[in-house]
């Protein structure tokens, strides 16, 4: 099982950033891919990044340009680089190790002026 914590989640004006960190433990963390997904209230729940081992990365169209995944294998963390947000970017984001299925807790997004 992989225990995953993320962080960094709040209300951000339109235009503006976010950082949002993703840390694992209970696995080889640098050998399996990882996934940033979010849920906006009454919509199911959808795939925004994903990252492999090897760092190739694949977005959601409605985040390309804006939104950048990595990961620091040292730390056992994924980030999310959050720019030029939207209202419709306001969602719960939740860290997903994609080789185990395990989910984090989530962290709330809000853009609102």
């Known amino acids: 099982q992989v225990q995953l914590v993320e962080s960094g989640g709040g209300l951000v004006q339109p235009g503006g950033s976010l950082r949002l960190a993703c840390a694992a433990s209970?696995?080889?963390?640098?050998?399996?891919?990882m996934g940033w997904y979010r849920q906006a209230p009454g919509k199911q729940r959808e795939l925004v990044a994903r990252?492999?081992?090897?760092?190739?990365?694949n977005y959601a169209d409605s985040v390309k340009g804006r939104f950048t995944i990595s990961r620091n294998n040292a730390k056992n963390t994924v980030y999310l680089q959050m720019n030029s947000l939207k209202p419709e970017d306001t969602a719960v984001y939740y860290c997903?190790?994609?080789?185990?299925?395990?989910w984090g807790q989530g962290t709330q997004v809000t853009v609102s002026s």
């Open positions: 997903k190790a994609e080789r185990t299925g395990d």
């Open positions: 209970g696995h080889i963390f640098s050998f399996y891919p």
């Open positions: 990252i492999t081992s090897g760092e190739t990365t």
